[in-house]
């Protein structure tokens, strides 16, 4: 492995590691203390929802499509793929009201794994891009840890034992993600990049708008439209910043 190799390497698992603790922080004060907790968990999600959005658009897909022109296509596969994952699981927990924590729990898991292979590819085209990324994600895995945590109480898990199994599925499975999908990432071609970069792009313009912003639309708060937007201001001023350098 080269320099830039232990680089990017480096960066990767600085942002997993960090995405686990901040997902362990929310279990934990929403352990604690939970009102503030729960006041605070749309804020944090329409921050990361902005800054989720904004990556993509400006900076990920045209990116992606530079390196690979059906790369649009392939942003069309990640947004449906994550369309139909969810409704899936949606059906199920209808259907099987019992099993409603653990599929919650086993899809939560599954997404905060692929939040670690988008950490893995997005580092692999540029730092630039991994950073916007990983900052909107790692901001709301405060909230996942808090929704994961939850469902487990809701199940009728006790309270210690939610904690670890709510770490367990949300907090590890993003930095496992990281560490498994970078080996495999780190061997492939620009073009097969840019097209990974395009689902990618597809999975994270799902990821807000119709999971993030709907979740925080349900819990509105006085000012979660002006946190939404400084996610969008903070992202939209480190393109710009880095453009003029």
């Known amino acids: 492995m080269n320099e830039n190799g232990y680089n990017t390497f480096a960066w990767i698992a600085l942002f997993a590691v960090l995405a686990a603790i901040v997902n362990g922080l929310g279990i934990l004060i929403l352990y604690k203390y939970k009102d503030r907790a729960l006041r605070s968990k749309p804020y944090f999600i329409c921050f990361a929802a902005g800054v989720l959005i904004s990556t993509p658009l400006m900076l990920a897909l045209p990116q992606a499509i530079e390196k690979?022109?059906?790369?649009?296509?392939?942003?069309?596969?990640?947004?449906?793929?994550?369309?139909?994952?969810?409704?899936?699981?949606?059906?199920?927990?209808?259907?099987?009201?019992?099993?409603?924590?653990?599929?919650?729990a086993e899809g939560i898991a599954i997404h905060s794994f692929i939040d670690g292979v988008i950490y893995a590819v997005t580092f692999n085209i540029s730092i630039l891009v991994g950073f916007?990324?990983?900052t909107g994600l790692v901001i709301h895995e405060f909230a996942e840890g808090i929704i994961t945590y939850t469902l487990f109480l809701k199940g009728g898990v006790k309270e210690k034992r939610s904690m670890f199994y709510a770490f367990l599925v949300a907090g590890l499975t993003t930095p496992l993600g990281a560490f498994v999908a970078y080996p495999l990432v780190h061997r492939l071609n620009e073009s097969t990049l840019g097209l990974m970069l395009g689902f990618v792009a597809g999975v994270l313009i799902y990821v807000s708008a119709s999971h993030l912003l709907p979740e925080a639309r349900g819990e509105e708060k006085k000012h979660s439209s002006i946190a939404f937007l400084c996610g969008v201001a903070l992202a939209v001023f480190i393109v710009f910043s880095k453009m003029f350098e």
């Open 132 to 134: 916007l990324a990983a």
């Open 68 to 104: 690979n022109f059906y790369a649009g296509f392939m942003a069309l596969v990640g947004f449906l793929f994550m369309f139909f994952s969810n409704s899936l699981i949606k059906k199920i927990t209808r259907k099987e009201v019992l099993a409603f924590g653990i599929v919650a």
